[in-house]
């Protein structure tokens, strides 16, 4: 059984989480593992954005994650909050892990007092995320670069 937390129940799982973060998204940025650590021991600590989830197996492991923040998408720091770092371990994909762990950020974003969340899609061979967050009430907002320079879609959802 799979439970969907906030990673304030779980803080000392926030390396683990960064160094997923880290190995699927940052590794060949210019950012040092220990400043992802770092940013998610303050998000396992917040009770406002930024913060991260965390699904959590039946052995109380963590087997995925995401995050809501500010400022995701470099070129766009004009449209907040964002759905970020969605991401689930692979032997643990396609059980609908990760609908639950968006439906508990909207849910929360909502709860927040924010009217709009924003995403952008990443760069994933398997999954076709458009299709993805369609499926979960995400609308097309427009095309745009990403922060590594790659052509990505913003998405957002009214709350
Ligand atoms: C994209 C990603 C987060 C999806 O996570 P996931 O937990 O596998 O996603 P879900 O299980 O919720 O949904 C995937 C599909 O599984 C299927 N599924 C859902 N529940 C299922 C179940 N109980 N049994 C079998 N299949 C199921 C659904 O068909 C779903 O597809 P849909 O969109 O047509 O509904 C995951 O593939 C991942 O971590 N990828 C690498 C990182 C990444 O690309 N992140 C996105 C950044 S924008």
Known sequence: MIEIHQLNDFPHYAPVLAY???????SKRDIPFTALVQSYIERAHNSNVPLA????????LPVGMAS?????????TDLNPW???LYIVP????????DRIVKAIIAKTRELGYKTLYLFEGHNDTVNLIKYYTKRGFSVLEEAIDNDGLP????????
């Open 91 to 98: 032997e643990y994909r396609f059980q609908g892990i990760g």
């Open 20 to 26: 997923w973060s880290y190995h699927q998204w940052y």
């Open 152 to 159: 990505t879609t913003i998405m957002y959802i009214n709350l």
């Open 68 to 76: 809501l923040k500010n400022n995701d998408l470099w070129s766009r």
């Open 53 to 60: 989830w965390v699904a959590i197996n039946e052995k109380k």
């Open 83 to 85: 759905l970020a770092s």
